[in-house]
């Protein structure tokens, strides 16, 4: 009994730790990030990252000190320098950017009012405007980053969402 009793509290210690429900991500209209109710700026570090989401994968490390991370199994990048985080982003209908993962992103996330979904199409940008999103190019959308301190960027291809990446400057 007491064998049961110890093996079912370390399974459901085990499910809490490495279970992550959803991850639900918002960028708010003051420009703030949140991942699961916790703010994500310039001063995140990596190892706050890794508290929220586990230990990523290093992509890709350069000279400069920088470093891509990805989350393979949840479709997301994360890039610092120095271990502080500069951007995360998020993959949905993967174009061949190998600087994101192939796998799509499952969790929530909010841009404002709307949740975005692998089912997003580029009409979302109309309803973004009170962010000052809009497209400068064509398949790429953003707020100004020399207005806004955590911009965001949405990217299209054939009119459906491929990626999503917020930066923290």
Not at 29 to 56: C, F, H, M, S
Request: glycine share 8%; charged share 20%.
């Amino acid at each position: 009994m007491k064998l049961t009793i110890t093996t079912l509290f370390f399974a459901l210690l085990a499910l809490k730790s490495y279970g992550q429900e959803t991850i639900t991500v918002e960028y708010t209209a003051d420009y703030r990030a949140l991942i699961n109710g916790q703010q994500i700026d310039n001063t995140t570090t990596y190892d706050d990252i890794v508290k929220l989401l586990g230990e990523p994968e290093l992509y890709k490390a350069y000279p400069t000190g920088k470093r891509k991370y990805h989350y393979k199994e949840l479709g997301i990048v994360l890039s610092t320098v120095e271990g502080n985080v500069l951007s995360i982003g998020f993959n949905y209908n993967w174009d061949g950017d190998k600087n994101f993962p192939e796998t799509s992103f499952e969790g929530e996330l909010k841009v404002g009012d709307i949740f975005i979904n692998k089912s997003s199409h580029a009409i979302i940008i109309e309803n973004l405007a009170e962010l000052g999103i809009n497209c400068p190019i064509p398949r790429m959308c953003m707020n100004n980053p020399k207005k806004i301190r955590n911009p965001i960027l949405l990217g299209f291809e054939n009119d459906e969402i491929t990626q999503v990446s917020i930066e923290f400057h």
